[in-house]
C-alpha cells in the first residue's frame, strides 16, 4: 500500500462573504485539520471578472494572513507564473517564507490565453520565459548577487532572504511534455490541478518521472501532486446529496471558462450538463464514503501520486460539511495510507 500525504485546498474566492469573515470561517476548519493529522493548506490564483470565483488574485497575501493562525505548511496551488514579474514574486515569496518561518512551499503554473491576452503577455517565448523565471528564482533566494539569463536579468540580489535554504520548494504544474520537463530541471515536484484526469495525470507522471531520471535525478524519490474536489460523507447517497450541487457550482465555471473536460462517455462536458458531475466524477472528483475515497485513492497512488490535497471547500460549501469531509478523512482515509 502506497502512502499518500495530505492537504486541504481551500477556496478563497466566495461570494457570499468578504474576505476576512472567510478567513475566519476556515480558521476553525484548519484547526481541525491539524487534529487529524493533514499536512498543508493551499490557495489557488485567478483574476475574476465576477464574484464567486473560487481563487483569488493575491494568494500570497491569503496565506500571509493565515501565517500566524496555523502551524501547517502554506502552499499556492498554483500561482499564475506569466502574470508576475520574477523579481517582483522573488521577494514576496521569500517575504511570506520568514512570516511562516520557512514553512512555504511556491507551486507555479501557466495559465490560460485569456490571462496572457488580459495582462498583455505575449505568447511567444512564453515557456522559455516561465523556465527563466524559475532559474532566477533559484538563483536569488540563493543569495547570488543577480541575475543573468537571455531574456531576464537583474542587478543585485535579494534581502531578506527566505528562511529554507535555497529558498521555498517549487512545485511546477502543466500538462505538455515540455511541463514535465520543467518541474524535473527547476521543481522539486509535479503539480496537478483540479481540472487534470486521473488518466492525465498518469501519463504526466510518468513523464516527470523519465525526464527526472533524464536529469541524473532519479534515485530521490518523486513528488507528484493533485488537487481533488472532495465530497467525504458517512455514506455515497449523502455526499452526493449534500455535496453534489456545491461540486457542479466549480466544475460548470470551468468548462464555461473554455476548459475542454471530457466526459466519462467521451464528449465534451457542457455548462448546461445536467449530468455533469455524475460524468466528470470518476476522472476529478473524490465523492463518497471513506470507503469509497479510498478506492479511489488508490488509483492516484497507483500512478505515482504522493500528495494529495482535498479541495473540501467547493461551491461554497457549508462549514458544517467541510468539516465533515475533514473528520471523515481524518479517521477513515487518512490512517489507511500512512
Known sequence: MARLQFGLALDFGAAHATLDRVLAEYVPLIHLAERYGFESVWAGESYPQRPGAAHLPAPLLALAALAPQTR??????????????????????????????GRFTLGVGLGSPADWARFGVERAGLGDRVDETLALLRALWSGAPGYQGRLLRVEGGLAPLPVQPGGPPLWVGGLAPRAARRAARYGDAWYASTRYTLEEIRVQSARYRAALAAAGKGSAPAC??????????????????????????????????????????????????????????????LIGSPATVVARLEAYAAVGVTHVQLRVAPGEMPAELVAQSIRLAGERVLPYFR
Open 72 to 101: 501547517l505548511r502554506l502552499g499556492t496551488g498554483v500561482v499564475l507564473l506569466p502574470m508576475w514579474a520574477p523579481l517582483r514574486l522573488a521577494y514576496e515569496a521569500a517575504v511570506l517564507d520568514q512570516l511562516a518561518g
Open 224 to 285: 507528484v501532486s493533485v488537487n481533488r474536489l472532495a465530497v467525504i460523507a458517512p455514506t455515497d447517497a449523502a455526499a452526493w446529496r449534500d455535496g453534489g450541487p456545491h461540486v457542479a457550482r466549480v466544475l460548470r465555471y470551468y468548462v464555461a471558462a473554455g476548459s475542454p473536460l471530457p466526459r466519462r462517455d467521451g464528449r465534451p462536458a457542457r455548462p448546461d450538463d445536467p449530468d455533469l458531475v455524475e460524468a466528470l466524477a470518476d476522472a476529478l472528483c
